[in-house]
């Protein structure tokens, strides 16, 4: 693979950026990793592991940010909402 400069203006050229995020943005981006993460069949702990890691940035920050009992807390209602969901598709 060749390395290539990129030039000055080049509009394909990767750019970060950093965003004012409150707690309150926090915390959605924690609860859209939580689901995202639990559709794929992580478990409790699993996910746990995910967020405490500082490997994987997003939910990390949100752990670093908001705390162990939050995130778990977060954790606990999207699996209460997966049996709860899972229960009507079965008609209990």
Same mark, same amino acid.
């Given at each position: 693979?060749?390395?290539?400069?990129?030039?000055?203006?080049?509009?394909?050229e990767p750019t970060a950026v950093? &965003?004012? %995020?409150?707690r309150e943005a926090v915390a #959605?981006? @924690?609860r859209c990793f939580v689901e995202?993460?639990?559709?794929? +069949? $992580?478990?409790?702990?699993? &996910?746990? %592991?995910?967020?405490?890691?500082?490997? #994987?940035? @997003?939910?990390?920050?949100?752990?670093?940010?908001?705390?162990? +009992? $939050?995130?778990?807390?977060?954790?606990?209602?999207?699996?209460?909402?997966?049996?709860?969901?899972?229960?009507?598709?079965?008609?209990?």
């Amino acid at each position: 693979m060749a390395e290539k400069l990129y030039e000055s203006g080049d509009p394909l050229e990767p750019t970060a950026v950093t &965003l004012p %995020a409150g707690r309150e943005a926090v915390a #959605y981006m @924690g609860r859209c990793f939580v689901e995202e993460f639990a559709r794929l +069949g $992580f478990r409790r702990n699993a &996910l746990m %592991a995910l967020f405490r890691s500082p490997f #994987y940035q @997003g939910p990390h920050l949100v752990y670093r940010q908001l705390g162990e +009992g $939050f995130v778990q807390g977060m954790i606990e209602e999207e699996m209460a909402r997966r049996v709860a969901t899972a229960g009507e598709a079965r008609g209990q």
